[in-house]
């Protein structure tokens, strides 16, 4: 599933490929998407884009008429991406469509094979969303430990990783991956771990100067979740790469933690799988067995197809799981 550096690399590439280009005419949607249809129709405007979190804002811009910008707020769901063609080589499952003015035209698409993907015309970010870990970390860090009192922190570490309030960009595989180098039980209690955070930060005895060494040398948990995102913005490819889709050994080989085959798996209270090594940690499923996993899950892969009828591949299946 798409994470923070997924929808932050997604916007880069919007951004590169739009790039000094005009588009025209109007936002197509596909007629079997369930989301809602994109009123937007102009001679000639521009595309840019923003990232925050887990969401991904295109901005349409006018340029032959008077008319005001147009947002649209994108959540990648399980497999959401954007593409960039020309007319005649659009995706299978492109569910909407920016079209170039230029000839021959080339087009901007969204694409998204499960369809749990989300957009919102209009949007702004969700109010429900704390600051990106990546790119508002001071906020980040401050909304976290300002607000450990809440009873969102009664839970275990990984699960509360994942509530996008506090930890928007994290998701599944970055959790495993913060959570192995520091050696954290991912079912410790997620207050204990985050107090002794903030009792470093308060600790009066130490520099300045000390400090920093401590975290430079030493990144906390909070640390590693804007650190380890950068990380994997800097990999090439990685399956969620739109210009390197079917590259994904890179972030195979970065991986420490994340569907490791040494690796332990349980899967927590919200039914998400976490990997880990070790003891799982006093707050674990007591019902759940731990398991082993034999292989390196792999994105779902899509081949391109044209438009003119005849679809041009089949979707990867997935190898089944031993037990």
Sequence with gaps: MPEGPEL?????????????LSFAGAVEKSAVSKNTDVP???PEY?????????EVKLILTPLSDESEETHIVFRFGMSGSFKFTPQDQIPKHAHLRFYTKDSPQRVLCFVDPRRFGTWEVHGSW????????????????ENVLKNLSDKAFDKPICEVMLNQKYFNGIGNYLRAEILFRLEIPPFTPARSVLEAVKHQNQNNDLSLSKKIKIKKENPDILHLCHLV??????????????????????????LRCYFVPEMKSLR???????????????????????????SVKKPLKMEKTATKGKLGGNVKKKKKKKK
């Excluded at 932050?8 to 000094?20: D, E, I, P, Y």
């Excluded at 994997?232 to 790469?241: A, P, Q, R, T």
């Excluded at 927590?268 to 034999?294: E, H, Y």
């Design 8 to 20: 932050h690399r997604a916007s880069l590439f919007v951004n590169k490929v739009c790039k000094g």
């Design 40 to 42: 937007f129709s102009c």
């Design 46 to 54: 521009t595309i840019s884009s923003v990232s925050r979190g887990k």
């Design 126 to 141: 969700q109010p429900e969303r704390g600051p990106c870990v990546i790119q508002e970390y001071e906020k980040f860090r």
């Design 229 to 254: 995102p950068l990380e994997v913005i800097k990999l090439g490819g990685k399956g969620y790469d739109p210009e390197h889709s079917d590259d994904y050994s890179e972030f195979e080989q970065w």
């Design 268 to 294: 927590d209270n919200n039914g998400r799988t976490i990997w880990f090594q070790g003891d799982p940690g006093p707050l674990a499923p007591k019902d759940k067995k731990s398991k082993r996993r034999l």
